[in-house]
């Protein structure tokens, strides 16, 4: 049973379905849209406190012009670091990574289901803190405070439920100075303005 509702699935994305879900968007247009963004930041030890930080859970957004199958615009996210915890000196460690910059991507295929290669160039902030304690009610912090610059390739695979509506699943890479770097995996919405 299970298989035959794969099967059919995928026959439903691969043969067009309801011509109203054929393409998002027109040749021409824009839309907008929101990310959410599991990435490893690549962080050794030694730049976190000796703590291992581990990854990021970030939220935000694009905006983009299309023409023909180019899609042009800007975009930006940021969040924290998913797993705090204590260093070996007893302290709490946390931090955040926001980016942002200009984006591209090609339609390799634009129908009901699309393959798009893209990605984001510009640079970022990353943040990371380390509570020494508490001087009455002020907490005492440690921070390390980096401005990097960031690319993110990315390969996306969206699906259109109506001509104005497309949603996808995107595997990437960020690429960032002072050795700031990982797999990225990410899923977003994205809504057209129909020319």
Do not use: C, H
Not at 1 to 6: H, R
Not at 45 to 61: H, K, L, Q, Y
Not at 85 to 102: D, I, M, W, Y
């Amino acid at each position: 049973m299970i298989k035959a509702l794969a099967l059919a699935a995928i026959g439903f994305l691969f043969t067009g379905g309801p011509a109203y879900a054929q393409r998002f968007g027109g040749d021409y247009g824009g839309g907008g849209g929101v990310w959410l963004i599991y990435l490893d930041p690549g962080l050794t030890t030694e730049r976190s406190f000796d703590r291992d930080v581990g990854n990021v859970i970030a939220i935000g957004g694009r905006g983009f012009l299309q023409t023909g199958k180019v899609r042009l615009g800007g975009g930006a996210f940021g969040g924290g670091f998913t797993d705090e915890g204590l260093n070996e000196s007893g302290n709490k460690v946390q931090g955040g990574l926001s980016a942002g910059g200009f984006t591209a991507e090609y339609l390799a295929v634009q129908q009901n289901l699309e393959l798009i290669v893209g990605g984001l160039l510009g640079g970022g902030v990353l943040t990371i803190e380390e509570s020494l304690g508490a001087a009455g009610d002020i907490e005492e912090l440690r921070r390390r405070r980096e401005t990097i610059f960031v690319g993110y390739p990315w390969v996306r695979v969206g699906y259109n439920p109506a001509p104005f509506v497309n949603a996808g699943f995107q595997l990437g890479y960020l690429i960032g100075s002072a050795d700031v770097g990982g797999v990225a995996l990410g899923i977003d919405v994205a809504v057209g303005l129909i020319p």
